[in-house]
């Protein structure tokens, strides 16, 4: 089964640069009815016909969950990447019509807590935009640390720090300015749980951090998609469906089973859920595994893969699929 | 559709009844003449027209009746309904999934009028109209979610999702097969299955989390569970044992077709938008062999369904000492002939 498989048609009814790498969209509804109200944290998986490539790439949902009459998304251009965000960038304009799926959440509130902390990164910061406004809405106590390149790449610090000026903390890397996060954890009340959203060398400062600390480790969350790298093309076959083909450079394998034709499940696409683990038959080279969710000895067992990140140099890989 | 809601009782004088058309719509567990685990889960989008899958949350003519002896549970006993602080907003998301589904499904029963956060809701079957703020506590007689399943049949577990894994952490239960809300309230979805035998060992359950941690927004899922009851009593609750457990003890060979029911669960697999918790509705159909043998194809597959069923299962599902009786009453309604695949009658 894959979240995809239950999608939302949607137009395109803003688009707002927000500084030179971060560009919002606003999506509404095809038929101009309401759409799902989520939860904070959620993300929507856009699909992209980006020429012959349909890519589907999941960004989280920054607007408010109780908004019912248009979501919107933040996306940060990476040039460097395989092309899903230059494509939103470059080639969506306003009046497109585009289909989305159905909001899902691996990064959700812990309910108990008495205090949300949150530590975003960059481009991080939009899950929590929603959280916010969603404990905005529930008298929920949270407090914001937003750690960003200079004041013209913050996007939406000034919207926060107004909103919420006694909540949010904000440091620009490039005036020296750094979280001190030690004395930040140490002075935190029973109760609290910490949200990290951000680059990886962050998640893991954060979550190393408060695990020498001691803080439990139901209390530390944290959302990192990776998303899929290129790689050299190689020779899938799928055994169940009988069919055999090749991935693509800078298609990732999951893809390229879509775009054979074949209904994989899937939820993250970026290695993290575990919705799309299938089993490897054969392997005649070796498997590049690139998600963090298979355990360190079923990646050494050769007999799982990710086909969201994961990739495979050699002859031929043969899946259970 | 209209629906012509019986007078009838789950305790002591029984008058509960089935229509022929209650009979006809009867959730039949059993897609072959044997039975075994297994995740027999599959999508919650609707089902044949007038069948209990239909409907989000079916309405049936036993609506009234279940709802005044759910009244009567909750009077003798509060903890049947609880919910910890974490899960108001979840109940508010229940509340929201049954008020849309049902006067959408049944806008001749129910209707919601909603303007912004003013809602106005009228139950017609149970004479309730009720104007109220969506997420203000303040404005309904209960919490969100006793006051939505004080109006809606079957069971009802709310489950928190965290650290990978389901929680109890409220519920409304009242029509259980011998499981405890006070004692499971808090418990995660291993702990909670902790008494089932034969299933950890098979990886059921292990499996069945991860189903259950996938289903999205808009993705109903359900599957059906079925024990042995005897006399139609909804409330077969380990706090009502010394009540109930020794009418088990009351079966002859005379009165086995009347007084033992199939008991079938419709269990649905929501998830809440809001919270981003699950609902898990135990929905309780009950047949009495007598009216079961009327379809022909159902007395035949039962008869081979009890008559073979693991020892492990029948104690554990309460009907081992039973069995005898059960299966020489159900073997007369079984001629040998073969049975056709799926639930449904020939």
Redesign the interface.
Known sequence: ?S?G??KIDVVVTDIVPLNELVTRFKFERADGGLL????G??HTVIEMKDGETTRLNPYSLMSD??DRHAYTISVRRDDAGRGGSLFLHKNVRIGDEMVIS????LF?????ARKHLMIAGGIGITPFLAQIK?LSA?NGRFELHYACRNQALGSYVDDLTTAHPNNVHVYFDDDGQALDLENLLDGQPLGTHIYICGPKGMINWVRDTAERLGWPR?AVHYEEFLAPQSGKPFTVKLAKSDLEFEVGEHQSLLEAIEAAGVDAPY?CRGGA???CETDVLEADGEILHRDHWLEDDEKESGKKIMPCVSRFEGRIIVLDR | MTIQFNDETFRDDYTFTNSERAIKRFPFPFHEDSYMYSVNMEQHQGGPEGSIYEKRFDVDEHYISEMKDRALVLDEDPLRCQSL???T?AGWDLLELIMVSKSEDYPDLFELHRDGNNWHWINKPLGIEQKFVF?DESTLPYGPMEYITRQTQGDFALL????ENLWMDAGMVTTQADWSLDFDIGMNFFEWHAPVPKAHEMGIFKRAL?FLL?I????PARRLNWTMTVNPLLDTSPENYHKWGAQKTTLTPENVGQKQYLRVELQTFFRL????GMVFPIRCYLISLEDLVTIPKWGRRLHRVIRDVPEELATYKGFIDNRPLIVDYLSKFDDGAPTSDGVWPD
């Open positions: 089964m979240a498989t239950n799902p109200t989520f939860s944290g959620a969950p109780a159905y909001p899902v959440n959700a509130l812990d309910l108990r969603q529930t139901e939820l859920c575990g919705q | 602080p974490h899960m907003l997420m928190d999702q965290r650290d991860k996938n999205q927004q808009g993705m938008p809001r919270s981003n």
